[in-house]
């Protein structure tokens, strides 16, 4: 049978633990330390777990959607940019002033599409984008769930997203599997 990439989709996941040089880790772990630990406190380590988690797979997912299949991409930024997504939408619930998180989201969007122009590297803004929306809707899940299911409705957005990665990475896999003969190899 025909094997995508190997069948190597563990990348999906393990690609947020790697990074491309010093600073890249500095300014992920950065914004992790800043943002985990509120985040963690209101959502539950559990709650968290899974907004990151999912973050980083959302980020994952739309670039294996729409990036050129020959273009490498890591790092922590999608998850790391599902927390901007997240804090901005638990600080709404919580009527907390979010402007200065409009802020850090518009200055990190500017910088993913600036940085390649002015020759500080190349920046996935589909991992960026993937993990923003995800880790917003993720979080809207999350707090503006119906006390009385609370733990139904959370864990079925949970598993109803992963479910719908798994399909999109599926049918992504479909598409280049026919373009390409039945058989990808990246190497």
């Known amino acids: 049978t025909a094997r995508a990439v190997d069948d190597q989709y563990y990348r999906l996941v393990t690609s947020a633990f790697l990074h491309g040089g010093i600073m890249h880790i500095l300014f992920n772990m ?5 943002l985990g630990p509120s985040l963690e406190r209101l959502l539950g380590r559990l709650r968290f777990g899974a907004l990151y988690g999912l973050s980083a797979l959302g980020g994952s997912v739309l670039v294996y959607l729409i990036t050129p299949v ?11 940019f599902g927390l901007f997504g997240a804090i901005f939408v638990v600080s709404r619930r919580l009527n907390l ?3 200065w998180v409009v802020g850090l989201i518009a200055l990190n969007v500017v910088f993913t ?5 002015i020759g500080a590297g190349a ?6 984008l993937g993990g923003l929306v995800t880790g917003a809707l993720v979080a809207a899940g999350f707090v503006y769930a119906p006390k009385a299911r609370r733990n139904l409705v959370q864990g079925a957005l949970a ?14 896999t479909e598409h280049l599997l026919t373009m ?8």
């Open 159 to 172: 598993g109803t997203l992963l479910l719908l990665f798994v399909l999109l990475v599926w049918l992504r």
């Open 30 to 34: 950065y914004a992790l330390y800043v």
């Open 180 to 187: 390409f003969g039945g058989y990808l190899n990246l190497r």
């Open 123 to 128: 920046i996935s803004w589909q991992g960026h």
């Open 70 to 80: 020959n273009t490498a991409t890591l790092g922590a930024s999608g998850a790391v």
């Open 113 to 117: 599409f600036v940085a390649p122009l």
């Open 97 to 99: 002033d979010v402007r």
